[in-house]
């Protein structure tokens, strides 16, 4: 479904009166970074007196009579939209009143003689009083002009039920099966708050004036939910969006992943590192999945291994609502220690998306993120403006997530043809391409988990900071499948630079330039010599790639290249040429161990008017150290290696980009 859109009145248009022959108005908008400056102050100063005008006139290039004008406007738009949001609080309560009169009418039916068994009052014996008393109840509900629930955006769900506010204090589960009825309660109950929001804008959301995103109504949203804030620490803050997207999926299959916890893990991989299944209340109904219940629990991670980690433990339920159309929706809950520890600082609001077949192949994907988090450590400040204002865990970005994974399952599952990007190389059938695809997407997972050391051992260093960018270092024991066996250590470092991250990009994923900062390259001229893409924008693919000298070397470079307009990644990892001659021949390569390295490039959050902002580039290496010491830390010389080799491609990458003098 698309969202209405919102018409910005008042702050975005200053009405200037010219008096002539004829009594004419003209109009004129201001630019964006007036009306954002205008809106800062706003926030501050709501009524500025004459001398905050002039200031402000002087630096936004307006007059003073416009900047009092837009004042006045602004105030009166205020005004009108807290009554608007009073009054549609209203008609919601009078609305929820109307049902629970109905309830009440229908229990009085039903009501038994514990003697006889038999009604005690039968419909047609109804008190004259009582009839009388709801048919004036009723009229003056009419009276009040209460909007339908399809006008609330309930048009895709039934009007059995009422909404009712989850319960304000947390439900701690300790044994599922005793509380089974309880969760199914609270998920009905979250489902029909996801549908709401995802529905309709008014009263709820309304249209960002720079970015045009939704922003939610706090206010509005508290009282006709009744909930507050879950988290109470210093830091504790809360994130909203929502957005929709076409997506080339089926949408039962869809719906089938987000119900499995590695099929949702392999959907978005840049964002979720881990999850599992704890417990199932209910599978749902064979085919659709109507009525599926379970409790999960999941680790989100992006970026950098600066950012921390977000775990979740919460319901997820899953309704058909109609004929093709689904809601999943996640709540979180408290459980006991039997089934893991309860975040303490990550809670999720009724969250989810509403799925909506279109036809054979592809779906509308309606969806809203809603989260509280308290950062019990504060962000470092690279990452700060990003986290807080473009919400790298928005809506946005799980749809730009869902869509690209999409588009790379259909290319390596069914296609045939050769695409307009694609260089034909050694690979001679499909099914070998295919088969190096999911190798390629294999490494960009495994890549982005290893970002993620919040479960790792960290290695104490004193190089907190290491070529003008912040270093983390850290260990672990691997045993997993597809993973080399023995203890990894992983090093990651992140810093900014003064260039748009197309710019870095497209310099970090050119085979021909990356003899100036592979170290694996040996100084040698690369060739690509295999790229097949996973879409239209050349950007999605995976390369091989072989170094021109020594002619009989037998290592190639897997290259895996994504980019979204929220980021990019380039990933990579040696493979000796029998290893990717089974790959190529189209057998399973599954289980052909991988130690990925790579980048992660995103902007700085600083972008504006004017200024396209710059990049924050993370790097991260990993190396098998072979001989643990006693303590079970890593010896200090694969320490030393991977240090210095994350230090020499830092420096590399700023002089070949001419950012070699920053501070």
């Known amino acids: 479904m698309d969202f209405p859109s919102l018409t910005a009145t008042g702050s975005g248009e200053e009405q200037d009166s010219h008096q002539s022959g004829k009594d004419e108005r003209s109009f004129h908008r201001h630019a964006s970074y007036q009306i954002s400056k205008l809106e800062e102050m706003f926030k501050e100063y709501s009524h500025p007196d004459e001398s905050r005008r002039l200031q402000l006139s002087e630096e936004l290039g307006l007059e003073p009579r416009q900047v009092k004008f837009w004042f006045q406007n602004r105030r009166t738009k205020g005004k009108n939209i807290s009554e608007r949001m009073d009054n549609n609080a209203l008609r919601i309560q009078n609305e929820k009143f109307r049902s629970e009169n109905i309830v009440l009418r229908e229990t009085l039916k039903g ?3 514990l003697s006889c068994r038999r009604p005690t009052i039968r419909e047609d014996h109804v008190p004259d009083h009582s ?12 009276q009040e002009d209460i909007p339908a629930l399809d006008d609330l955006g309930f048009d895709a769900i039934s009007n059995d039920d009422h909404l009712l506010p989850l319960p304000l204090s947390p439900v701690i589960i300790t044994d599922p099966e005793s509380d089974k009825a309880l969760m199914i309660e609270i998920a009905n109950t979250a489902m029909e708050e996801l549908v709401r929001l995802l529905s309709s804008n008014d009263p709820f959301w309304f249209r960002s004036v720079v970015d045009g995103k939704f922003i939610l109504q706090r206010a509005t949203y508290e009282k006709i939910f009744h909930r507050g804030n879950h988290l109470k620490g210093p830091l504790a803050r809360i994130e909203s969006s929502k957005d929709s997207q076409i997506v080339n999926i089926e949408a039962t299959q869809l719906v089938d992943m987000l119900l499995n916890s590695d099929k949702w893990v392999d959907l978005f991989s840049t964002i979720v590192t881990k999850a599992q299944t704890i417990h199932v209340f209910e599978s749902g109904l064979s085919g659709s999945r109507d009525g599926a219940l379970q409790l999960m629990d999941a680790h989100l991670h992006i970026l950098s291994p600066l950012l921390p980690t977000r775990e979740f433990v919460f319901l997820r339920y899953c309704k058909q609502v109609e004929e093709g159309m689904w809601v999943v929706v996640d709540v979180s809950c408290d459980s006991s220690s039997q089934y893991g520890a309860t975040p303490t600082h990550t809670w999720r609001f009724p969250s989810g998306c509403l799925i909506q077949k279109i036809s054979d192949g ?33 809506a946005e970005k799980w749809l730009f997530t869902l869509e690209r994974t999409c588009e790379r399952f259909s290319c390596s599952t069914t296609r045939e043809n ?10 001679e059938i499909p099914e070998g391409r295919r088969s190096v695809m999911r190798l390629g997407y294999r490494m960009l997972k495994s890549f982005f988990g290893t970002l993620d050391m919040s479960s790792n051992m960290d290695i104490p260093t004193d190089l907190t900071r290491l070529s003008n960018g912040i270093f983390r270092i850290s260990a672990r024991l691997s045993t997993e499948p597809g993973v080399a066996k023995g203890m990894i250590v992983s090093a ?3 810093f900014w630079l003064p260039l748009s991250p197309q710019n870095v990009f497209d310099f970090l994923k050119d085979g021909n330039k990356r003899t100036q900062w592979d170290a694996l390259s040996y100084g040698n001229q690369m060739r690509e010599i295999q790229r097949i893409s996973n879409r239209d924008h050349p950007g999605n693919c995976t390369s091989i790639f072989k170094p021109l000298f020594p ?3 037998n290592m190639l470079i897997l290259q895996e290249s994504y980019t979204d307009p929220l980021g990019s990644l380039v990933v990579f990892a040696p493979l000796d040429l029998s290893t990717l001659n089974f790959a ?3 057998e399973d390569s599954s289980m052909f161990p991988l130690l990925p390295s790579g980048f992660s490039i995103t902007g700085d959050g600083r972008s504006n008017v004017g200024n396209l902002g710059g990049s924050l580039v993370t790097i991260g290496y990993q190396i098998l150290s072979c001989n643990p010491t006693e303590t079970g830390q890593p010896e200090k010389d694969s320490i030393d290696a991977v240090t210095s080799l994350i230090a020499s491609t830092v420096d590399k990458v700023k002089i070949a980009l001419h950012c070699s003098n920053l501070d």
């Open 551 to 553: 002619e009989g070397s």
């Open 131 to 142: 009839i009388q008393q709801m048919k004036i109840e009723n009229a003056l509900l009419r």
């Open 111 to 113: 009501v038994l003689c």
């Open 492 to 494: 990651a470092i992140s």
């Open 362 to 394: 592809s779906c509308r994907v309606s969806w809203l993120e809603h989260v509280e988090v308290d950062e019990e450590i504060p962000i470092d400040h690279l990452f700060r403006e990003v986290i807080r204002s473009k919400n790298p865990y928005g």
């Open 418 to 427: 050769i695409l307009a990007y694609d260089i034909e190389g050694v690979i």
């Open 584 to 586: 190529m021949k189209g």
